[in-house]
């Protein structure tokens, strides 16, 4: 079933509308195309979609900007969540809050790709949750959700938190048995350094064993890990390799698969790492930190 914020400040919105609004406000900007695929998968073109979402920005509660012409040529309009429809999200309490908003100049900036290339990983595994009877919806997937790595402010960025692409949970269905997983997803569209790449991956192996110590301490009060806070056992990291023919991601892959290798960090927590292709010129490498 797909989400909705139901209650007094959305009585005046359709079904398709309250289902609309927290997609945008979690995920920042979708693609019309990734809409239709997530709420309207049942009808060939998104006309009843594009009306809906058109109701909702003459209410002042999304708006739209141009795709930046892809490698295709094509062009489409992406969707965002202005500031009054924060509100509105906001108020039903039923997802995450969030500092971000989505401005006019960032919707249309670089970073559309990537922040698109997350929502098509997303939407991949919901389509597979569909096809296989297991649980994953539009909401199941929180993009860039930081985690402290060190504590004090003595380091700055990538030293002091971990930030993932994205925190996906899906729930595999097996007979009588049903059991969470969940993911740390890493995109790289062949535009980042594999040597850059590798250093994240020995960030995420350094959450998997950082114990957070009170300033003025040299002993950590206690020795649970931090990640024991929020998540059941450690989350998988699955990192989705696009953007470049076959032979080059998979060059890629094991040049990365080569980096977490030689790490002692990395193969301390893992004992394992493995790499496997995936369809339509994408390839997955999961590392399976504790899991």
Known sequence: MSPSIAGPRTAHLSRLGQQLLPILYQHRLVATSQLHRLLTPHTKRPVYLLRHLGHLRTMGLVESTDRLTDRMGRCEQLWYITALGCEIVEAAGEVTTRAYRMSPKAAASQLQEHTLAVVDTGISFTE????????????????ELAHRVREGDSRLGDD???????????TRTTGERRQLLTFFLEIDRSTMQVARLGQKLDTYARYASYIPQPPGRRRPLSTREAWRERYPVFPRLLIILSGASERVLRRRTE????????????????GSVWASPRPNSLTGMALPLLS
Do not use: K, N, Q
């Not at 040049?255 to 893992?270: F, W």
């Open 255 to 270: 040049d990365l698969r080569a980096l977490a290798s030689a790490s002692p960090r990395i193969t301390e927590e893992t």
């Open 160 to 170: 002091a938190f971990l930030v993932p692409d994205a925190v996906l949970r899906y």
């Open 128 to 143: 597979w949750a569909g096809r296989l009877g297991d649980e994953c919806g539009p909401l199941d997937w929180e993009p």
